[in-house]
């Protein structure tokens, strides 16, 4: 580090940060304290609010700064990474098996959804370093990732759906594989206000606000699930061609 240069802490887009990581601290709070997997929730909705708002005060502002990325890792890692992660251990405690295993197997089996913590961090640290990243994402965001499961912890809190312990650690463990996978996954970053170069982002929003209208109650676990498709196909079809395209060694 330069001696003479100045660490600013205290600049909007980092309290901002602060806003995020804090959130997420809260959401852990009220998860192991009163299993309240609502307000849960809205924390991580209101972290995500800091996390798009920090970016853009930096931006604005013109104080982008490397104590900025460290720290909004750092955030994102408890927000997006711990809070999901435990929510999702909580709920799996909450839950029974559907097969009626064993429940000792099924107890020690619960410290598996933990993997969320880990892979969010390696994704995390991925997109640190990725330079490919800037246009799209190589794997499902952080942000992404916990909101859905913060969404399935309330849907089941609220009765909206059913869960058990086996579900509950397929989809840890797939959403974590999502988190690392090579799947390249468009972002909503425009290039201008256009229709050219934009279809698939104005495309995504239309169907993300006829999910709200429709089927509000289940609309942030519907958006998200659309989300993976749609990047999903769209990486496998761009895959393909990129592979045909490519003449052979």
């Known amino acids: 580090m330069d001696k003479g240069m100045k660490i600013r802490l205290f600049t909007l887009p980092n309290m901002l ?6 959130s997420g601290v809260m959401a852990i709070i ?17 972290a995500a609010v800091f996390d ?17 990325v460290q720290l909004d890792s750092l955030a994102d890692d408890v927000t997006f990474g711990v809070a999901p992660a435990l929510v999702m251990f909580d709920l799996y405690n909450s839950t029974t098996s559907y097969y009626g295993l064993c429940p000792t197997l099924m107890h020690y089996l619960g410290y598996v959804v933990l993997i969320i913590a ?12 990725d330079t490919t990243q800037s246009t799209e994402f190589c794997g499902l965001p952080t942000p992404a990732n916990a909101l859905m499961l913060l969404s ?24 974590s594989l999502l988190l690392i996978s090579p799947i390249r996954m468009f972002a909503l970053k425009f290039k201008g206000f256009g229709w050219r170069g934009n279809e698939l982002r104005y495309i995504f929003i239309a ?22 498709v749609v990047s999903t196909l769209r990486w496998l079809f761009t895959k393909g061609g990129d592979e045909a395209a490519t003449p052979n060694k």
């Open 17 to 22: 940060t602060l806003g995020n990581l804090l």
């Open 207 to 228: 169907l993300s606000l006829a999910i709200i209208i429709l089927f509000a109650r289940y609309a942030v676990l519907a958006i998200i699930v659309l989300y993976i």
């Open 30 to 46: 009220v998860t192991l304290s009163d299993h309240n997997y609502v307000l849960a929730f809205w924390l991580i909705v209101l």
């Open 152 to 175: 399935l912890a309330m849907l089941y809190s609220g009765g909206s759906i059913a869960l058990y312990q086996e579900f509950v650690l397929i989809i840890s463990v797939a959403m």
């Open 118 to 129: 880990a892979f969010s961090v390696l994704r995390l640290a991925k997109f640190n370093i």
């Open 52 to 68: 798009f708002l920090d970016g853009f005060a930096a931006r604005l502002l013109n104080q982008q700064s490397p104590l900025g």
